[in-house]
């Protein structure tokens, strides 16, 4: 039991054990041990991933302990924050997803950084275009979300403000915002005074090994159907 304890005080701490830890993952791989890591995670709401030279620890999407809501989302803009501004922030971290990992080949990432500006370019494109399609009120009738609201946001911004670089509401602002969010779950670096970002190796196992794998489409759209009703 003791040896369960450890892993899993290293898991919740750090989000993941790696293979060069020797002791832990010789622990990690004792059936006793991982039957009890099993209850744990049924307890708890996550399940272990092992990919490459790492075991993560990744929440279910409706894990009251560990799961990031919309709401969570919401509260860590401002105290006041809207869900209008949650599902902006969103909207921003999949657009970044695809982004980087859009690619149709053996290897779907793309790209191994990108920059802010490109960032803003791409959400200019997919929100003019959602708007001028009507794309914004078919979203709202399958998911119950404004998107015509978020979109009319986005498109009201600034890009910058070099008079007052601290300003939340402008478009460079608010991704640098879902960037951090990610930075925060070791998911993504910023970079270059906050221009440029990169996807971190977890982030890269998990998008690639776990999530793009056909047998995670149910966990996905079960995130997606989390998001929406965390939102009532």
């Known amino acids: 039991m003791r040896e369960t304890a450890k892993i899993l005080c290293r898991l919740l701490a750090d989000g993941e054990i790696s293979t060069s830890d020797t002791e832990l993952i010789?622990?990690?791989?004792?059936?006793?041990?991982?039957?009890?890591?099993?209850?744990?995670g049924d307890e708890m709401g996550f399940k272990l991933v092992e990919m490459r030279s790492k075991?993560?620890?990744?929440?279910?999407?409706?894990?009251?302990?560990?799961?990031?809501?919309?709401?969570d989302i919401r509260e860590r803009e401002s105290s006041s924050g809207r869900m209008i501004d949650a599902f902006l922030q969103c909207y921003i971290i999949m657009t970044m997803l695809w982004m980087f990992y859009g690619g149709k080949n053996n290897n779907p990432k793309r790209v191994v950084f990108l920059q802010v500006k490109d960032i803003v370019e791409m959400l200019d494109e997919r929100f003019g275009s959602a708007i001028a399609s009507q794309t914004a009120s078919v979203l709202e009738t399958d998911f119950e979300i404004n998107f015509q609201q978020?979109?009319?946001?986005?498109?009201?911004?600034q890009v910058d403000?070099?008079?007052?670089?601290?300003?939340r509401k402008t478009k460079k602002a608010v991704i640098l915002s879902a960037c951090r969010l990610l930075e925060s779950q070791k998911l993504?670096?910023?970079?270059?005074?906050g221009r440029e970002v990169r996807p971190t190796e977890r982030?890269?196992?998990?998008?690639?090994?776990?999530?793009?794998?056909?047998?995670?489409?149910?966990?996905?759209?079960?995130?997606?159907?989390?998001?929406?009703a965390n939102s009532q």
């Open 26 to 40: 010789t622990d990690y791989r004792k059936p006793e041990v991982r039957e009890d890591l099993d209850i744990w």
């Open 55 to 71: 075991v993560y620890l990744v929440p279910h999407a409706d894990s009251d302990l560990l799961a990031l809501t919309i709401r």
């Open 150 to 157: 978020i979109a009319e946001q986005w498109c009201a911004m």
């Open 161 to 167: 403000d070099p008079s007052n670089p601290h300003r």
């Open 188 to 193: 993504m670096i910023v970079l270059d005074e």
């Open 203 to 228: 982030l890269d196992d998990l998008v690639i090994g776990y999530y793009l794998d056909i047998r995670r489409i149910e966990d996905i759209h079960e995130l997606f159907d989390m998001a929406t």
